[in-house]
């Protein structure tokens, strides 16, 4: 890992995330939070003043050091218990199956290698009754803006860890085994090919 993507790309990530737009929804979404949670690409712990007395215990993923430290930081002001897992999300998670009540992933398919394996680990460590909450941005429906969310991906991915702006996050979630029963889309402000979103809730199929 180079000195960019260790030292700089996290600062740049959290400061990116700190803005009214995503605030708002993390604040529509995360108090559905409920018991045991699995957050997937927690990075600077932005979503965690969002959970409500009802959460029982966080386990964070992300891959980045400096991203857990500052989310470490942001649970300690929060009382919030919290347990990080400094490992990638399409790894093997350290965790027991069918052990976790809801889980949560924003903003952070977009950039996970290989994100239809990670999809899958969370259904093995999901509850049957447990739920996933996501907010994720992606491939656009409009044909002019997903050109251009093809034409970009390669560059943009290389300057910010991986994102990719056209996977089609919905179609992601379901072929890993959850059933979608309630979703919302449309874009965000912004530029149109940064910022058409899926925001929703699944259940395992």
Avoid at 152 to 174: A, Y
Wanted: contains cysteine; proline residues 7%.
């Amino acid at each position: 890992m180079g000195f960019y993507a260790k030292h700089i790309l996290p600062h740049l990530i959290d400061l990116a995330m700190r803005n009214k737009e995503s605030a708002h929804l993390r604040a529509d979404w995360i108090p559905q939070a409920r018991g045991v949670v699995l957050e997937i690409g927690i990075g600077s712990g932005l979503n965690l003043p969002f959970y409500s007395s009802e959460v029982q215990r966080i386990y964070g993923v992300d891959p980045s050091v400096e991203l857990q430290r500052m989310a470490r930081k942001r649970a300690a002001a929060a009382t919030t218990k919290l347990e990080s897992l400094v490992q990638t999300a399409d790894s093997p998670l350290p965790i027991a199956t069918a052990s976790i009540d809801t889980a949560i992933v924003t903003w952070t398919v977009c950039s996970i290698p290989n994100a239809a394996k990670a999809l899958q680990e969370m259904t093995r460590v999901l509850k049957p009754c447990g739920r996933l909450i996501f907010i994720e941005h992606g491939r656009a429906p409009d044909p002019r803006v997903a050109a251009w969310q093809d034409r970009m991906t390669p560059l943009w991915k290389r300057m910010t860890g991986g994102c990719h702006l056209n996977r089609r996050i919905d179609e992601l979630i379901m072929e890993a085994g959850f059933q979608i029963y309630d979703l919302k889309t449309g874009y965000e402000p912004g530029p149109r090919p940064l910022t058409y979103t899926y925001q929703g809730l699944a259940r395992l199929s």
